[in-house]
């Protein structure tokens, strides 16, 4: 069993830095216990299971691994959990960002260096509801995924984990598996497309933000939102402001200004002072709270399945 132990450089919040990655409370590919955290991932080695374990009296964080990727995971932990970004780069001009960073001084930005893990559900999550998304994530999973490796005879949430599909496996998904998940036709074509390119959308992690925008975008039904997405987790970006979204531009502009109603030109204004840290920026207005109350009813949530 692989393990290895990670110092941070100060104040570490293992939670909220990983927290990005986890695609809703019944994630197939993470699970939370305690102060464990259990990611699976699909490595260029194969599948492997990692288990994180925050020791904050000791100051370190202890982690395990199992599986074929094992050894690929541990290697790459120190970027996961955020060593190679540097929070102190943002200057913050503005009192709600001073004040989440003040009261979050651990959140740092996760590299998984893993792009298909990332961009695969941020096509799922595509003009559709969280849950929606969440829920397409699931099923697909269960039924086309494998399970986690684990230490063998000793029960843990490993055992109701899965390992997302390899790029054959997407591929193999009928399309009534995609109906059955809620996925239409145009985002589940997006998913095939970009993995018949898996070996050159996994490029993307070794290049800069703007190269790799290029690259994701380059696949039809991959947008600006999607590659922010992506490469805010992949790369652990902190400029990958995401363009698209229909709350972020009204909670930021809500939460500098007071003004409800901002469009993403006006969001990016706001940013322009952030400019290199736009997207670290924004999770701290998230983490802070602040947003516009609500009004209207929500989004109302579909599914094509029943159709």
């Given at each position: 069993?692989?393990?290895?132990?990670?110092?941070p450089?100060?104040?570490?919040?293992?939670?909220?830095?990983?927290?990005?990655?986890?695609?809703?409370?019944?994630?197939?590919?993470?699970?939370?216990?305690?102060?464990e955290?259990?990611?699976?991932?699909?490595?260029?080695?194969?599948?492997?299971?990692?288990?994180?374990?925050?020791?904050?009296?000791?100051?370190?964080?202890?982690?395990?691994?199992?599986?074929?990727?094992?050894?690929?995971?541990?290697?790459?932990?120190?970027?996961?959990?955020?060593?190679?970004?540097?929070?102190?780069?943002?200057?913050?001009?503005?009192?709600?960002?001073?004040?989440?960073?003040?009261?979050?001084?651990?959140?740092?930005?996760?590299?998984?260096?893993?792009?298909?893990?990332?961009?695969?559900?941020?096509?799922?999550?595509?003009?559709?509801?969280?849950?929606?998304?969440?829920?397409?994530?699931?099923?697909?999973?269960?039924?086309?995924?494998?399970?986690?490796?684990?230490?063998?005879?000793?029960?843990?949430?490993?055992?109701?984990?899965?390992?997302?599909?390899d790029?054959?496996?997407?591929?193999?998904?009928?399309?009534?598996?995609?109906?059955?998940?809620?996925?239409?036709?145009?985002?589940?074509s997006?998913?095939?497309?970009?993995?018949?390119?898996?070996?050159?959308m996994?490029?993307?992690?070794?290049?800069?933000?703007?190269?790799?925008?290029?690259?994701?975008?380059?696949?039809?039904?991959?947008?600006?939102?999607?590659?922010?997405?992506?490469?805010?987790?992949?790369?652990?970006?902190?400029?990958?402001?995401?363009?698209?979204?229909?709350?972020?531009?009204?909670?930021?502009?809500?939460?500098?200004?007071?003004?409800?109603?901002?469009?993403?030109?006006?969001?990016?204004?706001?940013?322009?002072?952030?400019?290199?840290?736009?997207?670290?920026?924004?999770?701290?207005?998230?983490?802070?709270?602040?947003?516009?109350?609500r009004?209207?009813?929500?989004?109302?949530?579909?599914?094509?399945?029943?159709?």
């Open positions: 069993m692989p393990a290895r132990t990670w110092v450089p100060g104040p570490y919040d293992l939670h909220r830095t990983l927290s990005v990655l986890r695609r809703g409370p019944g994630d197939p590919a993470c699970a939370v216990r305690g102060d955290v259990w990611r699976s991932s699909r490595t260029p080695e194969g599948p492997g299971t990692l288990r994180l374990a925050a020791r904050p009296a000791a100051g370190r964080v202890d982690a395990e691994a199992w599986g074929p990727g094992a050894d690929w995971l541990l290697e790459h932990l120190p970027g996961l959990l955020g060593e190679s970004d540097d929070p102190e780069r943002l200057t913050a001009r503005h009192r709600v960002v001073h004040d989440a960073r003040r009261r979050h001084p651990g959140v740092r930005l996760a590299r998984t260096g893993l792009v298909l893990e990332s961009l695969i559900p941020a096509i799922l999550e595509q003009k559709v509801t969280s849950d929606e998304a969440y829920r397409a994530w699931r099923l697909l999973l269960w039924r086309h995924g494998e399970p986690a490796p684990g230490p063998s005879g000793a029960p843990g949430p490993w055992e109701r984990m899965r390992v997302m599909p790029p054959r496996g997407w591929a193999l998904i009928p399309s009534w598996e995609w109906h059955r998940a809620g996925v239409d036709a145009k985002r589940s997006a998913i095939l497309r970009a993995v018949r390119a898996a070996g050159r996994e490029e993307a992690a070794r290049m800069d933000l703007a190269a790799a925008t290029r690259r994701l975008t380059a696949i039809p039904g991959i947008g600006p939102w999607t590659a922010a997405e992506t490469l805010q987790r992949a790369l652990g970006a902190p400029d990958a402001i995401t363009v698209g979204d229909l709350h972020l531009p009204k909670i930021i502009g809500y939460a500098l200004t007071g003004r409800r109603g901002t469009t993403d030109e006006q969001m990016l204004e706001l940013l322009a002072p952030y400019e290199g840290q736009r997207h670290r920026a924004a999770q701290l207005i998230l983490l802070s709270g602040v947003a516009p109350p009004r209207a009813p929500r989004f109302p949530v579909g599914d094509i399945a029943r159709l």
